[in-house]
């Protein structure tokens, strides 16, 4: 993985990579088709974990819709709000408003990892998905429907690592149907996006 952001300069941030990609192009699309009777101008949509804000770019950029990228790294917080975008340093949704957002899009940290091999620095934490690759992902799909509007939808993307069925099966629990809306095989893995609604 590289470690330097576009400038070369070495970073705590994690940069565009093909899962950032996929989730752009995925959630792009989907927010793009006009399916919500609001104005796009009227639409707020959250990126959870944004790192470089890469993903909360494109959105921005090709949607027209409002867009708050977030971040436990202060890093990548700064690093957003230097892009352009607005941009917090928050967990998950903690500090944001009951019905706040049309659309949550998150690409969380998902390889397993051996607990006993973590490191405590920004970069593990942004691809350290725990023992399960779920270890976020689980707080995240327990804590996300207080933030949705009605008719709020998540875009998530998982790996083939972290089972993706046993994702969608905690989604379920929460009370959420789950499709998948994009993949991309890799030699050791597939990406999905899975979009989750009510």
């Known amino acids: 993985m590289d470690l330097r952001d576009r400038r070369g300069v ?26 919500n009777d609001e104005s796009e101008d009227d639409r707020l949509v959250l990126e959870v974990g944004t790192g470089s804000g ?20 202060p890093h990548a917080a700064r690093q957003a709000r230097e892009e352009g975008l607005e941009a917090v340093r928050a967990d998950l ?8 957002f049309d659309a949550v899009a998150f690409n969380p940290p998902y390889l397993p990892t051996d607990p006993n091999n973590e490191w405590d620095d920004w970069m593990e934490r942004a691809l350290s998905g725990g023992e399960d690759g779920r270890a976020i992902i ?46 991309e095989s890799f030699p050791f893995e597939t990406l999905t996006v899975l979009e989750l609604f009510r």
């Not at 792009?28 to 006009?34: F, V």
């Open 54 to 73: 890469y993903v909360a770019s494109r959105i921005a950029d090709e949607t027209d819709v409002r867009v708050i990228a977030s971040d436990l790294n």
């Open 93 to 100: 949704v903690s500090p944001f408003a009951d019905g706040a």
């Open 10 to 35: 070495e970073t705590d941030v994690y940069q565009p990579a093909e899962d950032s990609q996929l989730l752009a192009e995925a959630v792009c699309e989907r927010l793009s088709r006009g399916e």
């Open 138 to 183: 689980d707080p995240f799909l327990a804590s996300i429907d207080r933030v949705l509007a009605p008719g709020g939808v998540i875009y998530l993307l998982v790996s083939s690592l972290t089972d993706v069925d046993a994702v969608v099966e905690r989604a379920g629990e929460e009370g959420f149907s789950a499709a998948a809306v994009a993949d």
